[in-house]
């Protein structure tokens, strides 16, 4: 395997065009085999790369996939967020992070779009399946010691939150100030945290 | 205006087929016209029948749309139920429906199918916003004075429980027993309900 691409032989391994053809190598091998049996190597070979480049430019398959997704956050940043500070804090700290994200339509657009795609695309749900068990949800519920039970109904909670603000945009919640609705909607998410 | 209708001249008024042309016409009008200003005489009039009939057949506007949408359950039978039995134990009764009116597989297709098509259908999801601002959630939370915030905040735990379970399908909880959901969602619920 070259760094030369299998599309545009001839270009720059490293330019801004590899990392845009690594990234569409990643849509297309996650979208194909899901989350759980893609590989670094499997997408560095469908963009026509060596997988160091991969490595060297997102560092980890968590990487690739919040990148090719334009998520606004990788999980690896997301746990230690939740877990520094109080732990009877975590549950304001979560709603208030999420709800601050997603204020920002810029940051919340791929989000939706791929909520959207999942809604109606059974290859796009298993990819979203996979990568929220295995690389979100189960990261989190461990970095807690939270049963994952529980940590799903949190989720649950968080994302209809979400679609009815921004998806349904049912009023008063769609315009609700965010103190309001973190003052509504920690203490659920601390209570299953807790295990009470 | 006659029972004659336009497009099926001779047929019996009062037919099974009327029946399926209002529908038919009703779905048309709520698309176009939302649900807030959708009327039983506009419906009527697209059907090619005399509103009365429309009347005779759904009752009301909320009756037609049930129908129209195939809805498990009509906002008109769901307020009693909640309000039927102890205030402290609405959480629970409201989690227990709806987990069970959803575990039917054939009740829930419809509503997971509306769901859908509002996600990503700008028509559609307008219809369903007027339709769960104004005649269900209102109603609900006029009948238990629960502020609406507080309902929607309710409702979209429960809408992310049934998409979590039942679309994206993580597990556990997709496979998760009712018995132990009710007993993680309905203190959450209670409390939305409770106002603590």
Known sequence: MTTTGRRRPGRRPGSADTR????????????????????????????????ALVHHYFASKDGIFVAA????????????????????EIGERLVRFILTITSDAQARQPVLALMRTA???????????????????????????????????????????VLVRYVIQLEPLASADIE?????????????????
């Open 20 to 51: 845009g053809e690594i990234l569409a190598a990643a849509r297309k091998i996650f979208a194909e085999k899901g989350y759980d049996k893609a590989t670094i190597r499997g997408i560095a070979r469908e963009a026509g790369v060596d997988p």
């Open 69 to 88: 997704m334009e998520l606004p956050v990788n999980p690896e940043e997301f746990v230690p967020l939740l877990t520094a500070g109080p732990r009877e």
């Open 119 to 161: 809604m109606t695309n059974e290859q796009v749900v298993g990819m979203v399946r996979e990568f929220m068990t295995h690389a979100l949800l189960a990261k989190v519920a461990e970095a807690l010691g939270v049963p994952p039970l529980r940590m799903e109904v949190a989720f649950a909670q968080m994302f209809g939150v």
């Open 180 to 196: 309001e609705l973190i003052e509504l909607l920690a203490p659920t998410i601390q209570r299953y945290i807790d295990g009470s």
